[in-house]
C-alpha cells in the first residue's frame, strides 16, 4: 500500500528542515583551509597595474596581476586563503574568483 500524500509532505518538510544550511568552508578545498584560513574578501581594489589589494580577516595581500593560481568562486565573490606568518606579514594560500573579476 501506497503512503497517502499527507504522509508523503510530512517527510518532505521533515527532510528540508533537517537539511544544514551550506557554509563558506564547506567548499574550500582541504589544501587551502584549515577550517580557520580562508574567507570572502571584506575588500578588494583593484589597481592600476591589474594586482589586487585585498582584505580578509584583518590581513591585507596583494595579488599581483595575471596570478596564475585563481581557483572558481562558487558564489562569485573573491575569497582568499591567508596564514599569519610569525614576522606578522600575510601568506597568500589559495585565492578564489568568480567570472569577470
Sequence with gaps: ???S???LAI?????LLSAAPAFAHDWYPVECCTQHDC??????VRRDDG????TAQGMSIVIPAGYPHWR???DGRIHVCLRKLP????SL?????GAGL
Design 1 to 3: 500500500m501506497a503512503p
Design 5 to 7: 500524500p499527507h504522509v
Design 11 to 15: 517527510v518532505f518538510a521533515s527532510f
Design 39 to 44: 574567507a570572502p574578501a571584506e575588500t578588494v
Design 51 to 54: 594586482s589586487y589589494l585585498l
Design 72 to 74: 572558481s568562486s562558487p
Design 87 to 90: 614576522s606578522g606579514s600575510a
Design 93 to 97: 594560500v589559495c585565492a578564489f574568483r
